[in-house]
Nanobody, 119 residues
Framework: VQLQASGGGLVQAGGSLRLSCAAS????????MYWFRQPPGKEREFVAR????????VYADSVKGRFTISRDSAKTTVYLQMNSLKPEDTADYYC?????????????WGQGTQVTVSS
């Protein structure tokens, strides 16, 4: 399984970014796809997940209403649309995948993509 994350960058507070995670290497129809983030000097934290089969989503309280996770089955790509960004959203963002729908330690990880939100 390979997960390739992209789309990070520098943005001002209040701005938007869209992260992408291209998945390959197996059939993901029974998988859940995750976004985690690790702020500088802090522990990694859950951001959002989506179940590939039915599109059900779950969000961390800190991003609910601002971030949207979605999937494009044809492209086997998962997106994280981030709106109304805040400086505290600054972090390395990682996509992950697992056949377990509700796990804090997914089996497969992509490389991080850095998001910096300036005040």
């Amino acid at each position: 399984v390979q997960l390739q994350a992209s789309g990070g960058g520098l943005v001002q507070a209040g701005g938007s970014l869209r992260l992408s995670c291209a998945a390959s290497g197996r059939t993901f129809s029974t998988y859940a796809m995750y976004w985690f983030r690790q702020p500088p000097g802090k522990e990694r934290e859950f951001v959002a997940r989506i179940t590939w089969s039915d599109g059900r989503t779950v969000y961390a309280d800190s991003v609910k209403g601002r971030f949207t996770i979605s999937r494009d089955s044809a492209k086997t790509t998962v997106y994280l649309q981030m709106n109304s960004l805040k400086p505290e959203d600054t972090a390395d963002y990682y996509c992950a995948a697992d056949s377990v729908v509700d796990t804090t330690t997914p089996l497969y990880w992509g490389q991080g993509t850095q998001v910096t939100v300036s005040s």
